[in-house]
């Protein structure tokens, strides 16, 4: 188990750094001047210089890189160039409406996968698999933010359920801050409720494939008894798997939706960073989001290796 988590930390520590050197020099060829942004087109070069300096943007590459990775490290995000507040503050207020949103899109999802899965596994070529296998395809290649403005027309303006758009606050109280985030979080889940739901009923019929699921069926087990007692729980780790994954993805992978809705997010804040050329608070940003999608990837290995020792035994 001990050279196994050492290669995992490893892998871990080569990802973050690949990921650093790849983000760091994409938003550096990035066309366009943050400072002359700033102060508009008709600014005086001398100015538009004065700035740069100021900003540190004149340094070297590799001195800018290496400030800006010990600055992270230290919990030190830098300053922002629009809003002129640290962006460590800005993350903060964003990440307690982005956190949220993932886990409240992670729950709803798996809410809907799990039972649905185990009844197209337990009813294998009957209409009910073959509806649930049509409405899964159906919600894989539906966009979300298509989706989401369906959400938007049906229960905000149609129905006036739930507002269109925007984020009253936790301060508002948590009944209505979840509301806010209720049409975000069905528009997130369903692809991933769909992928989970196909994920959980093709491993389901692979475990009841298994001996030892015939030989419980041999020792008097009904099908239905075989399927709860043995043949959920072992099918559950692949399963587990794709939800730490799935879960990486909804945090990062929100820019679309809560533009739509007008969250102020981490994804929304990378949008309006990237609109106003703010390259620190999106370098930031974007880190601190590959961040969270390598360590729970870490996490799912470490917790898959955990559940299976074949997998300890291969690497070892």
Excluded: C
């Amino acid at each position: 188990m001990s050279a196994f988590f050492v290669k995992r930390v490893i892998s871990l520590i080569l990802s973050l750094i690949a990921a650093s050197v790849v983000i760091f020099l994409v938003l550096e060829v990035v066309p366009g001047d943050p400072a002359a942004f700033m102060l508009g087109i008709n600014a005086d070069p001398q100015a538009v210089e004065a700035l740069r300096d100021q900003l540190g943007l004149n340094a070297p590459l590799v001195e800018r890189y290496f400030t800006w990775v010990f600055g992270l490290m230290r919990g030190e995000f830098g300053t922002s160039y629009t809003y002129r507040v640290p962006v460590a503050e800005l993350i903060a207020d964003r990440l307690w409406v982005s956190l949220p949103l993932a886990i409240y899109a992670l729950v709803l999802s798996t809410l809907i996968a799990f039972p649905v899965g185990i009844i197209a596994a337990a009813r294998r070529n009957s209409l009910a698999d073959v509806t649930v296998m049509g409405a899964t395809q159906f919600g894989i290649a539906v966009p979300n933010f298509w989706f989401a403005m369906l959400l938007v027309l049906v229960f905000s303006i149609s129905l006036r359920w739930f507002s269109a758009g925007g984020f009253p606050g936790w301060d508002a109280g948590a009944y209505e801050a979840m509301r806010a985030l209720t049409l975000p979080a069905v528009a997130l889940a369903l692809p991933q409720a769909s992928i989970l739901a196909r994920v959980m009923r093709s491993s389901l019929l692979d475990t009841l494939g298994e001996d030892y699921v015939r030989t419980a069926r041999a020792k008097g087990l009904t099908r239905s008894q075989a399927l709860w007692r043995h043949a959920v729980r072992n099918a559950l780790i692949p399963v587990l798997t794709i939800l730490g994954l799935q879960f990486s993805f909804l945090l990062a992978g929100a820019i679309i939706i809560e533009n739509v809705f007008f969250l102020p997010g981490l994804g929304r804040l990378v949008f309006q960073g990237i609109t106003q050329r703010d390259l620190i608070v999106v370098k930031s940003v974007v880190m601190l989001l590959v961040f969270a999608v390598i360590l729970v990837t870490f996490l799912v290995d470490i917790a898959y290796a955990v559940a299976d020792p074949r997998l300890r035994r291969q690497h070892a």
